[in-house]
């Protein structure tokens, strides 16, 4: 079978929000007294990422690789998840060329964490910051992430070899 040279991929991920504990988002914390409802560190845009890397490659989804049912994941920081899977990518001949984020959340403001989520992101991938993409959006007080209950993100990667 002929190597594909480019693959894209998809990733999305959403959790419900509660009082209390931290919000890490790409890998930056993002809010104290405040965290998502999660097994792991809950890190919606790291787990958005993980999904579009393995959907890129055709590796399954998040949860076969790390399910929450696996005590060996409660807790664990969502960038282990992206650096094995970064790993695994690497091992079969790909690299990340190119990555863009998209958060939507009421709460917390992310205007002035985008820079840092952009760095992390880029250092996570082992790529430059200027191909990584960070943005961040409301649902204008629409459904469960409007009302600030839940907090999601939006990732899509493209590889090469």
Known sequence: MTPIPY?????????????????MLAGIEAAQGLSPVAHSDGDVVLHALVDALLGAMGLGDIGELF?????????????????????????????????????????????????????????????EPERINVKAGTNEGVDAIGRGEAIAAHAVVLLAM
């Open 7 to 23: 693959r894209i991929g998809h990733g999305y991920d959403l959790h419900r929000l509660q009082a209390g504990g931290r919000l």
């Open 67 to 127: 399910p929450n049912t696996d005590p060996k994941w409660k807790d664990a920081p969502s960038r282990v998840f992206v650096e094995e899977v970064i790993k695994r990518i690497s091992d079969r001949g790909y690299r990340v060329l190119n990555c863009d984020v998209t958060i939507l959340a009421e709460r917390p403001k992310l205007k002035l964490l985008k820079s840092s989520m952009r760095e992390n992101i880029a250092r996570l991938l082992n790529v």
